[in-house]
């Protein structure tokens, strides 16, 4: 028999021994690194779900944090306008502008609008009737103003802030629920279809009364529309990177609003909102018991303390939100998707939300399902990496067996320690220490598994690091984002807290209105707790308190009484002053400089860290401004301390310019008051011929009504006031220059005026320069003089007349004795005839001198008191028989009730109606009609004012109208004047002697021309007086 080859020789066995020895242990490092991996994963995975979860939480907190805080600040924005307009007096276009500088922008799909703030701005009396209201941007008409004080004539029928806030002490407001009307589901529905977007009409009524000094006057109202607050939860949505428009309800990613008393009041399903029917009936709560007819129909609006049925959480959010708690839950919606829900209190405690000090809450919810889909998404990717890296690894163990199958006639006993080795550090990296690396240097397959194990450590090594920097860097980004957008939102609420003093200082300059929304702005805008100013006083020897805002009532009454004296005190306060500089103290338990007196007021204040800055007018300190940080726990920044002294600039500014503006109008109502009451017309006209200011006298002078009084406010063109004497002077001011012209005589209206005229330009060039022109009345002065020189002259020509007639007197008596004698003897009858006619002619003669006697010396005799009517009726009876004689009809027309009586001189008044009765017989020769009329007036001719009458004094007119041939107006002047007449044979002293009849009583005479016929019209004026003195009557 020949050799043969063994069936399982030494090279099988060491081919198959070597492959066992590397096998077994290559299946060894991949089960070990299997599980190794594998734990790896389900570890990696359940921190990332944590952590994810984790932040998703804290963001959906955040959320709800963020929108609550910008309900508060809507909510102390609108409180502050409210105090805004209780401070300034109601004028309808004053609050028409308000109303239209506060709107809001509400973001719908393609676009955003401005939405006004207030639905209503309105002012109402105290009797309930509104007296302004602007809604829809217009000023409400009268006759469409309410009589708020009933319920029923409010615009939703059944509010009563009227009556809630009219009885409010100084400093209270009230604020309402909200009250609009419900919308249903089917009302909703009908909108989409239509293509609009629906919205709950309904408003929160704030409201205060308005105070004059210690009186309440009325009650303003602001009615906060309902959008502006659904506008802050309306685009939340927490799983999304940016906000939608409509967030869905079936989603269960949604946030809503709800009240201190549990009902919703925002809300992506309006019908939950809770409202009114049309008939002024509150619709009732969704509960366990609500009919399937209102479930259907949506009439369900929903209240959270009524909503234990649909999860026990939600009165349980209620609850926590009325104790002042943020925190999440989970709860499941009326669509049945359960939900992690976020909550946060709304903070605020005004009107009658005071008893939890919270308005409401806000609510953040996120569907559960989409709330771990991050960590979903986080697993699903760690297993896909893991799964590429156990198939990489599968290949790996195969090319390992297949090269060691193929080289295994080269492998020795030395493969099995590089194996041993390369095993262990598998291990250890599968154990996560990705630094082990295999110490053995091969030229053969093993020292290249070696390397490429090595390679692959490194490579893992590298993309952990890169993972762990790249993690590194978005944490830094992350950080630095947050810090840039809370520095640039700080910069923004700095600039709009400027933008808003400076706004409300062009609305108002009232000081102590703007100083508090200062006050206020520190500490809702920068994050003060407190703020407090002082002023110097006038003396700069103390500071004295000047507002607060953020102290109790207690604190507050402690600061009113404070006055630090600057010279002796030494305090943080005083040394704010002296050093000018700012004073900041992080924490006064460790302030080294702190005085005696500072650990007083800061026992007082209760205030750990503050800071003070100084108030600078005109490079001089005027005050300080103080803030303190009570119950934060972030200290103050220097960003704080810095914007702070921009307000306190604004500070400075205000009370620069309401100083300035006081004195103003001090200044302005003097010269406005030195104006309006000179006795001397004023007038200013600019160059395009307006006149822009016309002061009383001037007024009076053109006959011109208070109501056209001109004013820079109210500036009238000449052509409109139809005074062409000012026009006159105008013109000729303008083509001549400055000139002065004196006893211009102005006939205006009937009425003759004598003026002194100064006009002139306000710069030398004329050109584009406002005219001047300065006017005085000098009638009186021109009637007195010239009634002074008649008189003069009248009593020189009675003197002359008096000293003739008396000379003639005696002769002529001395001559008709002689004559009568004469004529007694004489027996021819023709010389007898002769001797008569020149007696007749003598007795007249007599009579002649005798009236001039008369005229020049008036006999005197006593006032009475009598009755003017019983005069004139005797003389008309006496003169009846001439009266028909002569055809005259006579029409009496006499005061029925009242008598006119007064104190007169009885038969020298008889004389004088006598003559001016004859005078109208005698110029009506072919007979006629004498009218005579007695009343009583209130007005008289000019020249009768000033002549020593009291103020309000009676007048008795006496009209005597003939239907003669009239008086000539060139012989009106006259008549009066002795020895003048028209008549042949007259004397021309009846109507001289009752011209001084009438003066002697205080009386004139007004002669004019009768109306609608041919005559004349003599009108005496007679002051009706009481009983004086004799001596003071001939006066």
């Not at 004296?565 to 702190?594: L, M």
């Not at 002065?740 to 584009?768: H, K």
């Not at 004139?872 to 006579?890: C, D, K, T």
């Amino acid at each position: 028999m020949g050799w043969r080859k063994p069936r399982f020789g030494i090279f099988e066995r060491v081919l198959l021994s070597a492959m066992l020895v590397t096998i077994i242990p290559i299946a060894v490092v991949g089960y070990f690194a299997f599980g190794a991996f594998r734990d790896i994963g389900v570890e990696v995975g359940q921190k990332t779900t944590d952590a994810l979860n984790e932040r998703t939480i804290h963001t959906l907190e955040r959320q709800a944090f963020d929108a609550a805080r910008q309900t508060q600040n809507l909510l102390t924005a609108v409180e502050n306008d409210l105090r805004y307009l209780s401070h300034i007096s109601p004028d309808p276009h004053h609050y028409l502008t308000f109303a239209q500088s506060r709107s809001g922008v509400i973001w719908s799909p393609g676009r955003n609008w401005l939405l006004p703030l207030y639905k209503e701005v309105a002012f109402s009396g105290m009797d309930g009737v509104e007296k302004i209201r602007i809604s829809e941007g217009e000023i409400v008409p009268g006759k469409a103003l309410r009589t708020v004080s009933d319920p029923a004539a409010t615009r939703y029928g059944v509010e009563a802030y009227f009556s809630a806030s009219r009885d409010l002490p100084f400093g209270e407001i009230f604020v309402s629920r909200l009250t609009g009307f419900h919308v249903n589901e089917a009302a909703v529905r009908e909108f989409f279809e239509e293509d609009h977007q629906p919205f709950y009409d309904g408003v929160i009524r704030f409201a205060a009364p308005l105070w004059e000094g210690q009186r309440r006057v009325g009650v303003v109202t602001l009615a906060l529309d309902h959008r502006h607050l659904q506008e802050i939860t309306a685009h939340i949505a927490p799983l999304e990177r940016d906000p939608v428009a409509y967030p869905s309800y079936a989603s269960g990613n949604y946030a809503f609003m709800f009240d201190d008393e549990g009902w919703i009041i925002t809300h992506p399903k309006i019908w939950d909102i809770r409202g009114l029917t049309r008939d002024g009936r509150w619709v009732a709560a969704y509960t366990e018991n609500s009919s399937a007819e209102k479930i259907e129909s949506g009439a369900i609006p929903f209240n959270l303390d009524s909503a234990g049925f649909i999860h026990p959480n939600y009165p349980e959010v209620a609850r926590r939100v009325r104790s002042g708690e943020t925190g999440t839950v989970i709860t499941q919606n009326v669509g049945g998707t359960n939900k992690i829900m976020a909550f946060s209190p709304i903070r605020f405690d005004r009107g009658g939300y005071g008893k939890y000090g919270i308005f409401g809450g806000i609510t953040v919810g996120a569907e559960v399902q989409g709330f771990y889909q991050p960590a979903h998404f986080v697993q699903r990717e760690n297993a896909v990496v893991f799964s590429r890296f156990r198939i990489e690894f599968v290949w790996l163990l195969g090319l390992s067996v297949l090269f060691t199958v193929l080289m295994v006639w080269l492998v020795s006993r030395q493969l099995a320690a590089p194996i041993i080795s390369i095993t262990r550090g598998a291990r250890e990296i599968a154990r996560g220490d990705l630094d082990k690396r295999i110490e053995f240097v091969r030229q053969d397959e093993i020292g290249e598994l070696a390397a490429s194990f090595n390679r692959m450590s490194d490579q893992l090594a590298r993309n952990r690091n890169r993972l762990l920097a790249s993690i590194e860097e978005l944490r830094h980004a992350r950080d630095e984002s947050r810090e840039y957008a809370g520095e640039l939102e700080y910069q923004v609420n700095l600039l709009t807290t400027i933008q808003r003093i400076s706004n409300a200082l062009g609305t108002t300059l009232n000081h102590k209105t703007l100083i508090r929304q200062v006050l206020s702005e520190s500490v809702n805008s920068i994050g003060f707790d407190r703020a407090i100013l002082y002023l110097l006083n006038d003396e700069k020897t103390h500071l004295e308190y000047i507002d607060s805002y953020g102290f109790t009532p207690e604190m507050e009454e402690r600061a009113q009484r404070s006055r630090l004296d600057v010279r002796q005190y030494d305090c943080i306060e005083t040394r704010v002053v002296k050093s000018e500089k700012i004073v900041f103290v992080e924490n006064f338990d460790t302030y080294p400089e702190a005085t005696e007196l500072d650990r007083k007021i800061r026992r007082f204040s209760d205030t750990k860290s503050f800071v003070f800055v100084p108030l600078r007018m005109r490079e001089k300190v005027i005050g300080i401004l103080g803030a303190d940080r009570q119950q934060v726990t972030f200290p103050i920044s220097e960003n704080d301390i810095n914007s702070l002294q921009i307000l306190a600039n604004q500070v400075s500014r205000v009370i620069e310019i309401t100083r300035l503006y006081a004195d103003l109008l001090n200044q302005r109502a003097f010269m406005a008051d030195v104006f309006k009451y000179m006795r001397i017309g004023l007038v200013t006209i600019d160059s395009s011929g307006r006149v822009i200011n016309i002061n009383r006298a001037a007024c009076r002078i053109f006959n011109l009504e208070e109501a056209e009084e001109a004013s820079p406010e109210r500036a009238i063109f000449l052509d409109e006031m139809d005074r062409p004497f000012l026009k006159q002077i105008h013109e000729k001011l303008c083509h001549s220059g400055p000139y002065s012209e004196y006893n211009a005589m102005l006939d205006e209206g009937g009425e003759q005026r004598y003026l002194n005229i100064n006009a002139s330009f306000t710069r030398e060039e004329a050109e584009g320069s406002e005219a001047i022109l300065i006017i005085e009345d000098v009638t009186e002065n021109k009637v007195v003089e010239d009634q002074i020189s008649h008189l003069e002259k009248l009593a020189s020509l009675g003197r002359f007349a008096a000293s003739i007639a008396h000379e003639i007197r005696n002769p002529l008596t001395g001559i008709s004795l002689f004559m009568d004698d004469l004529h007694d003897r004489i027996s021819d009858a023709g010389v007898a005839e002769l001797l008569q006619k020149s007696l007749s002619e003598i007795e007249r003669l007599e009579k002649l001198t005798h009236e001039i006697l008369v005229y020049a010396h008036p006999t005197p005799g006593d006032f009475s008191p009598a009755d003017l009517t019983h005069v004139l009726m005797e003389v008309l009876s006496f003169l009846r028989p001439q009266l028909a004689a002569s055809g005259i009809e006579l029409v009496l027309r006499l005061p029925e009730e009242h008598p006119c009586e007064f104190l007169f001189h009885r038969d020298r008044m008889r004389q004088a109606l006598l003559n001016i009765a004859i005078n109208a017989i005698e110029v009506m020769k072919d007979g006629g009609r004498l009218t005579v009329r007695l009343e009583k007036v209130s007005r008289i001719p000019r020249f009768l004012k000033k002549k020593g009458q009291k103020q309000g004094e009676e007048w008795i007119s006496l009209r005597f109208e003939d239907t003669g041939p009239g008086i000539e107006a060139a012989e009106r002047g006259k008549i009066f004047e002795p020895f003048y007449t028209r008549k042949s044979g007259g004397t021309g002293l009846g109507l001289a002697t009752t011209y001084n009849i009438i003066s002697e009583h205080g009386g004139g005479i007004v002669v004019e021309d009768a109306r609608g016929h041919s005559g004349a019209v003599f009108i005496l004026y007679l002051p009706v007086r009481e009983a004086q003195s004799k001596s003071a009557q001939i006066r």
